[in-house]
């Protein structure tokens, strides 16, 4: 492994780790608020929220929601953290490791534009930067008056970003920045609303005066906001293993369709617990998702190359040829592509053998999704992917 790859290999694990725990924790809470149940005679308590019961590895586990009075904060109170800031801090490492360096291979796509290096990270992390101030600005402003007015705003930036980062990257690398674009704003939201206002929570408690409810409401708000994004947030995350989503001509619809339909699908799991019947939330999430699905499905389709009987079956030799000279270059024991050292994800196509076992891959990468030879590097034409296809399609016969 190059210190590239191990650095990569590594910073990925930690990430996948702390993203775990982060969104499985967020999801537990959430799930916990909305399942507490009212217990007799303490409804008019203030501050008291309701209990339940919970068994788990090897025993019961009972949970009460409630406002502490004064003086009575307990001496070892658990926060939930860290958890995030891990997320988001191994996320940005991986985004400089994978994106940023090695020539930002990954980030640029001079089929998309033709940025230079220094060019591209620094639009890279503008972005990011003014997405979350953008964003905060907008909730400071409107969000106590008007919140659907910040709500339609928001997505409408959301949606512009979204579309303005595939006009200017890679698609994988467009799709990686909504996500991180998405992650940084959750990590604002977390460390700059949320954990303030759990801290003027506890102060209040130790001091014993009135907790500020407008603070509590804007942490909420922006708890919520955090909820609606991990669906997406997910989706893309896992998109770089899949090309037909970002390469897609228009990779920007697609990915429209992800985030409403993660985000409602998220929505109708939320309302669940406060609708009358299963039938108000359970159909509309079912709708969302086969909505999605099939739009998904039927956008990212591709159309099978059609039979041609009349030409004589395509000869092994020259598909040899082809990949001897457009993908070799990166793809053998011993690259020569000074980018990739090593192949990439570990493919060489130095026998027939090798060629012949990833056949359905080459046609999908090569003439389906058009994403290898990667950016294009070895000037691959047209008629060299068609003769590949149609050589995959009469079985992709040996010599
Ligand atoms: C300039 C270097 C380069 C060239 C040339 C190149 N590739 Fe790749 N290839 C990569 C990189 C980087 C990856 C890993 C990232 C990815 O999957 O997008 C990869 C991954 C792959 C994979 C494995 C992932 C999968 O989807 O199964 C296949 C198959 C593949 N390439 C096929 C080809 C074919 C076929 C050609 C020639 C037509 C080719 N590559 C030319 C760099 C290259």
Redo the contacts with the bound molecule.
Sequence with gaps: MTSHEFLDLLIRWVHLIAGIMWIGNSMLFNWLDRNLEKVAGREKEVGYEGKLWMVHSGGFYEVEKRQLAPGELPANLHWFKWQNFTTWASGISLLIVVYYLNGG?YLIDPAVRALGLPQAITISVLCLATAWVVYHSLWRLLGDAAPKVAGLLSVAALLGSSFALTQLFSG?AAYLHVGVLLGTVMTGNVWFVIVPSQRMLVAATQSGQEQDYALNQRAKQRSIHNNYMTFPLLFIMLSNHF?GTYSHPLNWLVLFVVMFGGAGIRHFMNVRYSVRSTAAWLWPMVGIAVVTTALLFGLTARPGVAATPQLPPVQFADVHQI?RT??V???SAQPS?P??PVA??G?M?DSPEQILI?AP??K???VVTR?????N??G?ADEERALIGRWVDEGARGP
């Design positions: 291979a994988r090309p990949i457009r993908c270059a990166c793809h592509e980018m990739f990439p994800t493919v196509f990833l891959r080459i999908e990468r090569a994403t290898m030879p990667f950016i590097k070895t691959m």
